[in-house]
């Protein structure tokens, strides 16, 4: 009888410790499961957020960006239109079809950022950073009374090819509309790093726009893992577009 109780009350420890061990590791894979579950949730939610905050910069960029441009046409417009009603100037009949001219290519980019421009991460392809800027610079030397100096050597890069292609444009629309005689371009590469490098002297020292273009490639340009360095002395504004590596 004794012996009976002893071997009963052994296997009732064992089956206790065997219960034990088993929840515990019930509990240990539930609670791995829940920081799975809850980490998984953190980065969907991060993403969600880190969206709707680009979204929301990206339309207020947008946005400044179209109301300076049409401010600006406008107010140019109107003192033409003053010149060409009051004395029939044939120079400000000029100037207000370069305008129209310029707005509407400026409004053709902004439609065309609108389309391309995807809030994820851009799918990148090996791209030649020279040949997009060669093929930019066809559309800007007819615009510009500025001397246009360049010297492009071949570039490859692994970006998005229209965050590159808008890049390029703003940084050559900004130095075709304020530079004063010259601009110089520049693709290469330096310290096994691709850069492309813009500089242009400005009309008078007070001469600045918003921003608002730059604003925008230097965004792309981080999406792209490139940065964008700017630099203003003495008359001359330089923009330095490098990989980051």
């Known amino acids: 009888m004794t012996l009976h109780y002893f071997s009963s009350l052994q296997n009732w420890n064992s089956t206790y410790h065997e219960l034990k061990t088993f929840l515990t590791q019930l509990l240990l894979w539930e609670l791995i499961l829940l920081i799975a579950v809850s980490y998984v949730f953190y980065q969907l939610l991060h993403r969600y957020t880190r969206y709707k905050e680009e979204a929301k910069e990206f339309q207020n960029l947008l946005i400044q960006a179209t109301s300076h441009k049409m401010g600006n046409f406008l107010a140019a417009q109107k003192v033409d239109l003053e010149l060409v009603k009051e004395t029939g100037s044939k120079n400000a009949l000029d100037r207000l079809q370069k305008g129209y001219a310029f707005l509407e290519r400026d409004f053709r980019h902004i439609l065309q950022l609108i389309r391309e421009y995807e809030f994820e991460q851009p799918e990148r392809e090996i791209l030649d950073l ?11 030397s007819a615009e510009t009374n500025a001397q246009l100096r360049y010297s492009l050597y071949k570039t490859e890069i692994n970006a998005s090819l229209p965050e590159i292609q808008n890049i390029v444009f703003l940084l050559l629309d900004n130095a075709t509309r304020y530079s004063y005689s010259n601009i110089s371009v520049r693709c290469g590469e330096y310290n096994k790093k691709s850069y492309l490098y813009i500089g242009n002297d400005v009309q008078t020292p007070s001469t600045k726009g ?32 490098a990989e980051n590596k």
């Open 130 to 140: 020279a040949r997009i800027t060669e093929k930019m610079l066809g559309q800007f």
């Open 210 to 241: 918003t921003g608002v273009g730059l604003s925008i490639a230097a965004r792309m340009s981080r999406r792209n893992n490139m940065q964008l360095l700017t630099r203003f002395k003495k008359g001359h504004y330089s923009v330095l577009l």
